[in-house]
């Protein structure tokens, strides 16, 4: 069975930083995983996603440039360090997994993970 368990969230102010944690569990494949954020009212949107053991990644315009996606094979752990972090930032954040590779025209699709965390709430005040 697959866990994706994340944490790390929090409430800062415009400027600071936060660094998301997902440890995987369960979890043999190989394929996309990622970041994906939630804000109330609003449609869940990719923000980062690589495949582990390769240079791939991706990222949304918006965080481009101060959001990094990084893992750690032996702590089986995804993390997303956000800085520079601004009140349009704040959300809900969910660490996703795919069967599947990430491809650029389809990373940010959330329909294309399988499996998904609880999330983690991001407040940013200014």
């Known amino acids: 069975q697959v866990q994706l368990v994340e944490s790390g969230g929090g409430s800062v102010q415009a400027g600071g930083s936060l660094r998301l944690s997902c440890v995987a569990s369960?979890?043999?494949?190989?394929?996309?995983m990622g970041w994906f954020r939630q804000a109330p009212g609003k449609e869940r949107e990719g923000v980062a996603v690589m495949v582990p053991g390769r240079s791939i990644t991706f990222y949304a315009d918006p965080v481009k440039g101060r959001f990094t996606i990084s893992r750690d094979n032996a702590k089986n752990t995804l993390y997303l360090q956000m800085n520079s972090l601004k009140p349009e930032d704040s959300a809900v954040y969910f660490c996703?997994?795919?069967?599947?590779?990430?491809?650029?025209?389809?990373?940010?699709?959330?329909?294309?993970?399988?499996?998904w965390g609880q999330g983690t709430q991001v407040t940013v005040s200014s």
């Open positions: 369960g979890y043999a494949a190989r394929g996309c």
């Open positions: 996703a997994a795919s069967e599947y590779g990430c491809y650029s025209g389809s990373w940010w699709r959330s329909d294309q993970y399988l499996y």
